[in-house]
């Protein structure tokens, strides 16, 4: 049978019949593993075989998990596959030569995404690439960012080992040993917002060979003087020197996201960076993620000055003597790579008197560090309790010298 035309009237007679249009794309099609993939969202998801809800990664089973009727399944991996170590000069000539893009001409960027689930719609801004939809509360996955061709691929995710009972135990722990805490703060539970999210790292890799000049200074001691003004004094000597130190260090890890405080996410180290299992979005399932807003260029100077300070604690250490200075080294960096990492953190944020304050947990070692507001009243009671001890201990000893 001939198509009407735009209008609804039938077509000319003398027109031949149009050829039949090709068939829409699927709204999704299933994977071999888990997940979902939504094509005219460019977004994953995980539904349940069995019942249709939502597939999360389970912390305490390291599996996967339908919180609706309990099916359970492994994570989908390759057991042949590692985390491979990518070469950074490399990945350092493809960002300038463009093959690449840099972070910075990524930022910023938004899109809105149609939950096909409920239909509503979730935006994803920035580096944000899985959510929870506003609605529903499935779980959605950005499927167009973490192996896009013009951005550096994740090479390995470590999951989360803490679930959130036990943060919740060790926020608590944290928030309540915090005595000047205002106790408006410690209602973080009805008043917060506490996620589980997978931040971007990268690590670095080198082999260094680094030669040196510098000086070494030995402590002596004398005496000089006689009778009551004999003493003892100590001078020291130097003498010039060179030599060459080697070092190698492996997984030195720099935060790649921005909107943060640097020296909280800092504190929660050291990550067990080779526990790092080969990136699979199933990790992710059910948790939040972001991309990277640094590139590895961008971070390499972070990293290079955490290897400066130990390549120079080592000449110390290989000068010797009481003192040292180094007067001049010359760093020979001859094997250098890197890996793109997701790394677990829950994240407590708290507006409290219109100010936010964030507090983070390492999310495989249960390491606490964060910000907190200050109750001026229990610093008054406090600095008053404390001066009345004063005056209290102070009339009691006079008192005992009459």
Same mark, same amino acid.
């Not at 260094?208 to 020291?236: A, F, I, K, L, P």
């Not at 961008?298 to 300070?309: I, R, V, W, Y």
């Given at each position: 049978m001939s198509e009407p035309t735009p209008d609804g009237s039938p077509p000319p007679m003398a027109s031949p019949p149009p050829m039949a249009a090709p068939p829409p794309p699927p709204v999704a099609e299933a994977t071999g593993v888990r997940a979902m993939l939504h094509s005219t969202e460019q977004t994953r998801t995980y539904p349940c075989a069995s019942c249709g809800g939502e597939l999360r990664f389970d912390i305490v089973l390291q599996k996967l998990k339908c919180h609706d009727c309990g099916t359970v399944s492994d994570v989908a991996v390759d057991a042949t596959q590692v985390v491979a170590e990518r070469d950074l000069r490399t990945a350092l000539a493809a960002l300038q030569s463009g093959t690449i893009d840099r972070a910075s001409a990524q930022a910023g960027a938004e899109k809105e995404i149609v939950c096909q689930s409920c239909g509503g719609h979730t935006t994803f801004v920035g580096s944000v690439t899985a959510e929870r939809c506003p609605y529903c509360a499935t779980p959605i996955q950005r499927d167009d960012v973490h192996e896009a061709p013009k951005r550096l691929n994740v090479d390995g995710v470590v999951p989360f080992q803490i679930d959130e009972k036990k943060a919740t135990a060790a926020i608590e722990q944290w928030i309540n040993s915090r005595w000047f805490a205002p106790t408006e703060f410690k209602t973080y539970n009805r008043t917060g917002s506490f996620s589980s999210v997978y931040m971007?790292?990268?690590?670095?890799?080198?082999?260094?060979?680094?030669?040196?000049?510098?000086?070494? =200074?030995?402590?002596?001691? +004398?005496?000089?003087?006689? =009778?009551?003004? $004999?003493?003892?004094?100590?001078? *020291?000597?130097? +003498?010039?020197?060179?030599?060459?130190?080697?070092?190698?260090?492996?997984?030195?890890?720099?935060?790649?996201?921005?909107?943060?405080?640097?020296?909280?996410?800092?504190?929660?180290?050291?990550?067990?960076?080779? *526990?790092?299992?080969?990136?699979?979005?199933?990790?992710?399932?059910?948790?939040?993620? +972001?991309?990277?807003?640094?590139?590895?260029?961008?971070?390499?100077?972070?990293?290079?000055?955490?290897?400066?300070?130990?390549?120079? $604690?080592?000449? +110390?250490h290989d000068i010797g003597g009481d003192h040292q200075d180094i007067n001049s080294k010359q760093t020979d960096w001859r094997t250098m790579t890197y890996k793109h990492l997701l790394l677990p953190i829950w994240l407590l944020a708290v507006i409290y008197q219109e100010r936010p304050f964030r507090v983070y947990i390492n999310g495989v070692t249960g390491e606490v560090h964060g910000d907190r507001p200050w109750s001026k009243v229990k610093i008054i009671i406090a600095a008053v309790i404390a001066a009345v001890l004063i005056i209290t201990l102070f009339v009691l000893y006079q008192k005992s010298k009459t």
């Open positions: 971007a790292y990268f690590t670095y890799d080198a082999d260094t060979q680094t030669h040196y000049t510098g000086r070494r =200074g030995d402590d002596h001691t +004398r005496t000089v003087g006689s =009778g009551d003004n $004999q003493r003892t004094e100590t001078y *020291t000597t130097w +003498r010039p020197v060179s030599g060459e130190v080697a070092n190698n260090f492996d997984d030195i890890p720099v935060f790649a996201n921005e909107g943060f405080d640097r020296k909280r996410i800092a504190d929660l180290e050291p990550w067990p960076t080779a *526990t790092a299992k080969p990136y699979s979005p199933e990790y992710v399932a059910g948790h939040l993620c +972001r991309t990277y807003d640094l590139d590895v260029e961008d971070c390499l100077g972070e990293a290079t000055g955490k290897m400066e300070t130990v390549i120079d $604690q080592t000449i +110390r």
